[in-house]
């Protein structure tokens, strides 16, 4: 059974920086592509970031505009867990962050491409 469990979410000032991780467990996902959305109340659940494998040594990695520059996704195969650091961190990030992962190849921003996804991690920046 696929289990994904993220970890590192808090509250942390305007300006500040948390690393998220998830573990995921069940099967490898070395070849999987692994994503970090989050949905802030009332709001519709929205892409963050995506890293999928490449064939190659470096990864393939998609962000979306709104955390570019600031946050990065990375992921250890070998532990199969994926991280997501995020530095300069707004109000406006405040929400509950999930892990996702899609088992097929190739990046994807939109969440029903998704087959798996963790409980979340709540993440507020306080002003």
């Known amino acids: 059974q696929v289990q994904l469990v993220e970890f590192g979410g808090g509250l942390v000032q305007s300006g500040g920086s948390l690393r998220l991780a998830c573990a995921a467990s069940?099967?490898?996902?070395?070849?999987?592509?692994m994503g970090w959305f989050r949905q802030a109340p009332g709001k519709e659940r929205e892409f963050v970031a995506a890293?999928?494998?490449?064939?190659?040594?470096?990864?393939?990695?998609d962000y979306a505009e709104s955390v570019k520059g600031r946050f990065a996704i990375s992921k250890d195969n070998a532990k199969n867990m994926v991280f997501l650091q995020t530095n300069s961190l707004k109000p406006e990030d405040s929400a509950v962050y999930y892990c996702?992962?899609?088992?097929?190849?190739?990046?994807?921003?939109?969440?029903?491409?998704?087959?798996?996804w963790g409980q979340g991690t709540q993440v507020t920046v306080a002003s």
């Open positions: 996702a992962a899609k088992p097929s190849p190739g990046i994807s921003t939109t969440p029903i491409q998704y087959d798996y």
């Open positions: 069940g099967r490898a996902f070395t070849r999987a592509t």
């Open positions: 890293i999928a494998w490449s064939g190659g040594t470096t990864a393939l990695t």
